[in-house]
């Protein structure tokens, strides 16, 4: 597809500095930008690609600029970033086409409630008593299991399974490969080995939350996990049973949430985080990679390291770790002379 400056100029309120006719087939990150791309500049280390860059047309936040001559087309808006995401959801709506209907073969229960223009991919599974709320796309080879509610406009990608009584709020995205509702666990040690405890909970994912690929989000031991409205997991997580997460939180690859921990609102959780079981995170918490959280955390918080402790202290205990050998020289050097003033 192409469009011209104007027309993008149109899509997000912007004013035009050179050729409104200027167009792109294209878009491309301003480092390495090229004649009939689109790009950005929201950050003032790249302000200088805006006199330099070969793209045809850039998206700039009015900040950034300065009198001179400019080989690209500028559109000017108030916060770059922001506009270029909206252009880049538009372009994903016309290039992506809503399918409807039922590929064959396919198998759906005769008690399944499938509403208005949902699509089923072909070897797609829908077992019995399952409601499809209108517009939803579910890819082919996806296992619906009993009793499990899907809300409106939610995409389940090729490969993921939803076992039974699992509930999925509106606009919910799940992708490849991901497992909702797996058995928690849950194991007793009796003399003869481990006796395992039956899950008969669910999960419930709330509106608009977004699963990344290859994730395991445990049913609970009885009642439900719960994942809140809003909140985005990264590729690659385990979520235990019973866990409850509240609304807008990000959570980055390899996380693993041990079970019943009750985490807030606007937390942050970076990549490879561990969090121990039967704990309360806050909210507006900000948890670093690779932490290890074995303990209640306040609102507002940013910790660090395995056990995590205030991002600040570890920052500050690690130039002293990193020293660590210099520093035991030089204690040992200074004891060595205190016990050679003490003989004399």
């Not at 400019?70 to 880049?88: G, H, N, P, R």
Request: glycine share 10%; charged share 20%.
């Amino acid at each position: 597809m192409e469009f011209t400056a104007a027309q993008i100029a149109s899509f997000i309120n912007g004013k035009i500095i050179g050729d409104e006719n200027a167009s792109i087939n294209g878009v491309s990150p301003i480092e390495n930008a090229e004649k009939g791309q689109l790009s950005f500049v929201s950050q003032e280390k790249f302000a200088d690609y805006i006199f330099s860059s070969d793209a045809s047309v850039i998206i700039v936040s009015e900040k950034f600029v300065k009198e001179g001559n400019y080989k690209s087309t500028l559109i000017l808006v108030e916060d770059a970033y922001l506009s270029f995401q909206v252009l880049m959801n538009l372009y994903q709506q016309m290039r992506e086409e809503k399918k409807s209907g039922i590929e064959q073969p396919s198998t759906i229960s005769d008690s399944a409630i499938l509403g208005e223009n949902v699509y089923v991919g072909a070897h797609t599974y829908i077992s019995e008593k399952v409601k499809i709320g209108k517009s939803t796309q579910i890819y082919p080879q996806v296992y619906i299991g009993k009793n499990v509610k899907i809300g409106e406009n939610c995409t389940i990608y090729s490969g993921a399974r939803v076992y039974d009584f699992c509930v999925i709020g509106d606009n919910c995205i799940i992708h490849s490969n991901t497992v909702i509702g797996s058995d928690g666990f849950g194991f007793q040690p009796t003399n003869d080995g481990y006796q395992k405890i039956p899950q008969l909970g669910n999960v419930v994912l709330e509106n608009n939350v977004e699963i990344g690929s290859n994730c395991s989000i445990d049913r609970g031991t009885i009642g439900s996990t719960i994942i809140g409205e809003g909140t985005k997991i990264d590729n690659l997580i385990q979520i235990a049973h019973n866990v409850k997460i509240g609304k807008n939180n990000v959570i980055a690859a390899q996380a693993g949430i041990a079970g019943s921990t009750v985490i807030g609102d606007w937390n942050m959780i970076g990549g490879q985080t561990g969090i121990v079981g039967h704990i309360k995170i806050g909210n507006q918490v900000r948890i670093q990679a690779q932490s290890g959280v074995n303990a209640n955390v306040n609102d507002g918080e940013t910790l660090y390291g395995s056990p995590a402790i205030s991002a600040g202290d570890y920052r500050r205990n690690y130039v002293h770790f990193r020293n660590l050998t210099e520093i035991v020289k030089r204690i040992s050097e200074l004891e060595k002379k205190s016990k050679e003033g003490t003989n004399d």
